[in-house]
């Protein structure tokens, strides 16, 4: 099986877990499944996975969101250059510490979009737009595992 199909199949599963539905009070601590998946492809494929895929996902994730056309697009670039910048840094911490180290690059994406929602007038008004670095960084382990266990199966290497 080419390498392509399981990672496209790990963001489709992310994309689909993006829009199911949650409970109203429950919508805001989501994480963002989808760059958490580019994330780890990011780190375990550096020279595969970057820049193209980055803008890829996000052009997809702005239509499936409705957000501004390039919005995701941008900040999902600017965390894969982040990733593939330190991926060999971060291959090598713990668990718990890899998921502490996910909160910048978690904050850096909230902090491009809501300067870009900043620009267009529509910034977030409550401390609340912050909690998916949060959950996101929780939730990493999970992800992390996941992942690795569904590399390991299709053997990509």
């Not at 499944?33 to 996975?49: D, K, V």
């Not at 702005?62 to 600017?78: M, P, R, V």
């Not at 959950?135 to 053997?155: D, E, H, N, Q």
Request: charged share 10%; net charge positive; aromatic share 22%.
């Amino acid at each position: 099986m080419p390498h392509f199909f399981p990672i496209a199949l790990s963001f489709l599963a992310a994309f689909w877990v993006t829009l199911l539905p949650l409970p109203s009070f429950l919508g805001t601590l989501e994480p963002p499944w989808i760059l958490l998946t580019l994330i780890y492809w990011t780190i375990a494929f550096p020279h595969r996975i970057g820049f193209f895929t980055a803008w890829t996902v996000g052009i997809f994730y702005d239509c499936l969101q409705g957000n501004l056309f390039g919005e995701s697009a941008i900040a999902f670039i600017l965390v894969a250059y982040f990733i593939i910048r330190f991926a060999e840094q971060l291959r090598m911490f713990p668990i718990w510490q890899a998921s502490l180290a996910m909160t910048a690059p978690l904050l850096m994406y909230q902090i491009v979009v809501f300067w870009i929602e900043g620009f267009l007038r529509h910034p977030p008004k409550t401390w609340v737009y912050w909690l998916p670095c949060v959950t996101g960084a929780v939730f990493w382990p999970l992800i992390f595992s996941m992942l690795r266990g569904w590399r390991r199966y299709c053997k990509i290497y």
